[in-house]
């Protein structure tokens, strides 16, 4: 039997990063009625972003993990996103 090389594909990268300051998940909720946010369930909003494909779990800390990318650039671009978004909306809160 000829030996072959395992071919490696990267199919899902997982991320965390923090925005470095606190949201207001309950207005992020009410400004985007797509996200998903049950706090008695998971203390996380749940943001899937079409462009890029990613979805990002966003807790009121600022903390957040991305997931489902198919290149690291791809979650880079996700957080940029978001976090203008919610700049722009006044949803972070600077202490």
Known sequence: MPKSKAIITIQNVVASATLNQKVDLNAVVKGY???????????????????????ILLFASGKLV?????????????????HGILEDQALIFYE
């Open 33 to 55: 009625p797509g996200v998903e946010y049950r706090p008695e369930q998971f203390p996380g909003l749940i943001y899937r972003m079409d462009e890029p494909k990613v979805v």
């Open 66 to 82: 991305g997931t489902g990318a198919k290149k690291e650039q791809d979650v880079h671009d996700a957080v940029h996103k978001l």
